[in-house]
């Protein structure tokens, strides 16, 4: 198969009516953070069962179209002896891996980030590849605060995250590119605006300049939203008008899918406004969807709690979770759901 037909066949195959993401790709020390919440110790055998119980949840497929895992996670096996990629593909759920390693601050930028891992990432692609890797992901961060992001944070980012998913797509790898403006913070939802504009132009221009072709990446942005601390809060109709306006104002027609991060948003405020966005789009030209890690996992820690007593109900509370962020895709979706 062509470099461009194996692009074509992982976005058709992503890029599902009704379907979203299921991010799995927490980090090390982030794993050991949703761990330790629910009183789980972060060992090796436990991340496995953990990840095993999610890709292994019966009808995943139904509204998950692809799993972003953890390099630790390719190379782990079900109780049974499946590699857990294998198990995500036989439920229809394309498996992907994380490739960044982490932000480190931007030199002469205080208060800036940028992502580590260019060096090295063909080789470390092509291996993932071999392990069942379709696509990859790679995430930029933002905070917003004081001068933050300055012009330089904002510029560097975007060279990197175009360098990433230039690099992917010459291997036959479909780069999710994820621009994170993060919610910390008090600002306002006009502050959050103009930041992700200028952030999201920033990145289109960098990917036009590195030739990346926007028919066969994700894009994976944060919604528009008031900082977590801010005095002045919004409802899903607000959150969903300046999305639309900013995406519209940012996001060539050509990108197949939007999928958005939860970023701190509670499971149900992530459903809301997905579902207010759907229902407001008229006929945007890119789908819109989820990649959510904590709005989807949220539940699932909970239930389970690190017992394998507790991992069939924990299993329902993700097929819950999904369906009702599948349903919100149709913009359909009412709070009346969440009691079934
Ligand atoms: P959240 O949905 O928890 O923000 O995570 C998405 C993700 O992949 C972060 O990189």
Known sequence: MSIQSELQATIADMVGEGKGILAADESLPTIAKRFKAVNVESTEENRRAYRSLLLTTPGLGEFISGVILFEETLGQKT???KPLPQAAAEQGVVPGIKVDK??????????DLVTQGLDGLADRLTGYKEQGARFAKWREVYPIAGHNPTMLGIKTNAEVLARYAAICQSLGIVPIVEPEVLLDGDHTIERCFEVTEAVQ????????????ELEHIILKPSMILPGKDAPKKAGPQEIAEKTLAQLRRTVPAAVPSINFLSGGQTPEEATANLNAINAMAGNAPWQLSFSYARA???PVLKTWQGKAENAQVAQQALYKRAKLNSVARTGSYTSEMEKD
Do not use: W
Request: charged share 15%.
């Open 79 to 81: 109780a049974d002896g």
């Open 102 to 111: 982490g932000t480190i601050p931007l030199v002469n930028a205080p208060g």
């Open 201 to 212: 132009h920033a990145v289109f221009h960098a990917l036009h300049r590195h030739r990346v």
């Open 296 to 298: 989807l996992q949220d």
